[in-house]
């Protein structure tokens, strides 16, 4: 990247966000690949992007990894590797059919969901899916209960919602939402159906409120708030809006160092620097050097917002696969 002009009497600080990274969820997936890699040899098959960043998933590619979008491209009897997005059933029974030995790296929170939206069907509620049109996440859950399950957005998507009966509504979330956004979303549906039930604990992913209250901090400390993430990250992207609405003069979502533009640092004092929950610490490295090489004499102060200690257990399948290939 071309070295910008800061301010020269002004030295840089970049104010580093924790918890950034890699959720338990993220990495509990990527885990599996790489263990299935190494206990049967390539190629391994991944119905859709691991996770979503494109880093992760050309490093998977390389070793051996082979991301298909349909279980059907997956060879009779092959190994295919779900991933953290989880899936309907409907792709369960298919592959069931097909002979393929399946590993699940479902993100156990978004399998939390998935079990709500049974439940909730199960006893006859009309079910409102907070969540975005499209993603892999949502499309999974769906697919739990398809004929339960109506699809909303903003607040403006519950007035034409069309139920049953108006006393048997409940909700839940796509996990990697805004919070704020989708508090919004559930004032809504209380405001127009107020006997609505929610799950037990808040579907809002613990990493996706954490990474978020991280951002809100930077925001408020920051001139210029950098998200590391790729475009097709859900909760990087939610980050960047979460940086905006709270108080940073600018925001931008960064695939790597590369994308930074060196007129967003020009005249910037403070970047605040975070990275979101499918996004490698390596890339967030790059960027320091980057920001530190464009600004000599620049300092990084970390940001201790919320101690994270989570670790989601690796599925039992894995294990299994692990002995019978010794």
């Known amino acids: 990247m071309t070295t910008p002009h800061p301010q020269p009497d002004t030295p840089r600080t970049v104010l580093l966000a924790a918890p950034r990274g890699f959720c338990a969820g993220v990495d509990r997936a990527i885990k599996i690949v790489e263990l299935a890699l190494e206990a049967v040899g390539p190629p391994v098959y991944v119905r859709h992007a691991i996770v979503h960043n494109t880093h992760v998933v050309v490093d998977l590619e390389a070793r051996g990894a082979v991301?298909?979008?349909?279980?059907?491209?997956?060879?009779?009897?092959?190994?295919?590797?779900?991933?953290?997005?989880?899936?309907?059933?409907s792709v369960r029974e298919r592959s069931e059919a097909r002979g393929l030995e399946m590993l699940d790296a479902t993100c156990p929170l978004v399998t939390k969901v998935h079990y709500e939206a049974r439940e909730y069907a199960e006893r006859g509620y009309d079910i409102v899916l907070i969540g975005h049109a499209g993603h892999q996440e949502v499309i999974g859950t769906m697919g739990h209960a398809p004929e339960a399950i109506h699809l909303v957005e903003t607040p403006d998507d519950v007035a034409g919602?069309?139920?049953?009966?108006?006393?048997?509504?409940?909700?839940?979330?796509?996990?990697?939402?805004?919070?704020?956004?989708?508090?919004?979303?559930?004032?809504?549906?209380?405001?127009?159906?107020?006997?609505?039930?929610?799950?037990?604990?808040?579907?809002?992913?613990?990493?996706?409120?954490?990474?978020?209250?991280?951002?809100?901090?930077?925001?408020?400390?920051?001139?210029?708030?950098?998200?590391?993430?790729?475009?097709?990250?859900s909760n990087s992207k939610?980050?960047?809006?979460?940086?905006?609405?709270?108080?940073?003069?600018?925001?931008?979502?960064?695939?790597?160092?590369?994308?930074?533009?060196?007129?967003?640092?020009?005249?910037?004092?403070?970047?605040?620097?975070?990275?979101?929950?499918?996004?490698?610490?390596?890339?967030?490295?790059?960027?320091?050097?980057?920001?530190?090489?464009?600004?000599?004499?620049?300092?990084?102060?970390?940001?201790?917002?919320?101690?994270e200690q989570m670790h989601f257990a690796l599925p039992a399948s894995l294990r299994r696969l692990q002995l019978a290939s010794s």
């Open 161 to 233: 919602l069309q139920v049953r009966d108006p006393d048997m509504v409940a909700y839940i979330s796509q996990t990697t939402l805004s919070v704020d956004d989708a508090n919004r979303v559930i004032a809504a549906v209380r405001a127009r159906f107020p006997n609505a039930r929610g799950p037990r604990g808040d579907d809002i992913c613990y990493a996706t409120q954490n990474r978020q209250d991280a951002t809100r901090v930077l925001a408020q400390r920051a001139d210029l708030v950098l998200v590391v993430g790729s475009d097709t990250s």
């Open 67 to 89: 991301f298909v979008e349909h279980e059907t491209d997956v060879p009779e009897g092959g190994l295919v590797v779900f991933s953290a997005h989880g899936v309907a059933p």
């Open 238 to 307: 939610r980050m960047v809006e979460v940086a905006r609405e709270h108080g940073a003069p600018a925001a931008h979502l960064i695939d790597n160092a590369a994308a930074i533009d060196p007129g967003w640092l020009d005249g910037v004092a403070t970047v605040g620097l975070t990275s979101g929950a499918s996004a490698p610490e390596v890339l967030v490295d790059e960027v320091i050097a980057a920001l530190l090489a464009a600004s000599p004499g620049a300092v990084v102060e970390t940001v201790d917002v919320i101690d």
